[in-house]
Every structure is written in C-alpha cells, then in structure tokens.
C-alpha cells in the first residue's frame, strides 16, 4: 500500500479488525520512510461493474462517489457513519448480487432514494430535488406527500 504522505511502497500494517458488519477490515499502517500513520479498509468485491448512465454512456461503478452523494444529502443530519456505511455496503451488495455487470444509474438511484427513505426524511428529499431534476416547488409537495403516508406520519399544517 502506497504511503499517502511520501509515495513509499514500504508500509507495514500495525492492526487489522473488522467493522462492525464485518464486512470490511480496517487497517491502521505506518510507513517505515517517514513514519506516517494512516487507516485503509479492505472489503471484498465480487463483480466489476459498469454503470450505464442515461446519456448511454458507461462508466466503471465507483463506490466512492455514491458514498459521496449519499453524504451529501444527509450534510447535517444526525446519523450515524456507521449507519451511513451499512447503508452504501448493502447498496453495493445488492448491485452485485443482480447478476449483471452493467447497471443502469436509475437503478442506483433508486435503491439510494429507497435506503435513504428508510434512514432520513430529509436527506431523501434532499436526493430526490436532484436526483429527479426538481424545477418547481410542487415537485417537493410530490415527494412529501409521498413520506406522510408510507410512514403512518399525520400530516403537519392546516388542513387541506
């Protein structure tokens, strides 16, 4: 593993345990140049995948930037990291386990918005507003329409 700090090939894994899921090893290494101390986390992949994006382009699935989207739209809520990485792990999981090697980015986004669904009200609208291309306020009146009832919630506000 390359050092993130000097370049250096030499590192050396001080501690090795699994996450809570286990489904990831965490590693703490040092690098023996400069001493530098960094985590990785190894998990395992069972199919490259593409995804085919709605332009026709494909592209090479990238686990990272799901994450990132995902992290954007709960910026500020109170959830858990490890609530957040169980989430995207599942996601990937089921990616996987469909059986093709290309998938197509609504297929993403919809297991996003469905996980996100579960996890926090707000970071679902927060995906949907982009993910679905909100242009007008209604389009927000659509999807919160959607969670009062899905969730047994009482809708707030005078009555209508």
């Not at 960094?38 to 026709?56: A, D, N, Y």
């Not at 989430?87 to 986004?109: D, H, N, P, Q, T």
């Amino acid at each position: 593993m390359r050092c993130p700090y000097c370049q250096s090939l030499d590192t050396q894994v001080k501690d090795s345990r699994p996450t809570e899921d286990s489904a990831v090893i965490r590693r703490r290494r040092v690098c023996t140049k400069c001493n530098g101390r960094f985590t990785t986390f190894e998990r395992v992949q069972l199919r490259e995948l593409t995804v085919l994006k709605s332009s026709g382009r494909r592209v090479p699935f990238d686990r990272d930037k799901l994450a990132r989207s995902v992290e954007i739209a709960l910026r500020k809520r109170p959830v858990e990291p490890e609530r957040v990485e169980r989430m995207i792990s599942g996601i990937v999981r089921r990616l996987e386990s469909m059986g093709e090697s290309e998938i197509a980015s609504s297929v993403i986004g919809e297991l996003v918005m469905e996980d996100l669904k579960q996890l926090d009200d707000v970071a679902y609208v927060r995906f949907a507003s982009v993910y679905r291309n909100f242009r007008e306020p209604k389009d927000f009146e659509k999807v919160l329409g959607e969670l009062a009832p899905g969730n047994g919630r009482k809708s707030s506000g005078s009555g209508g």
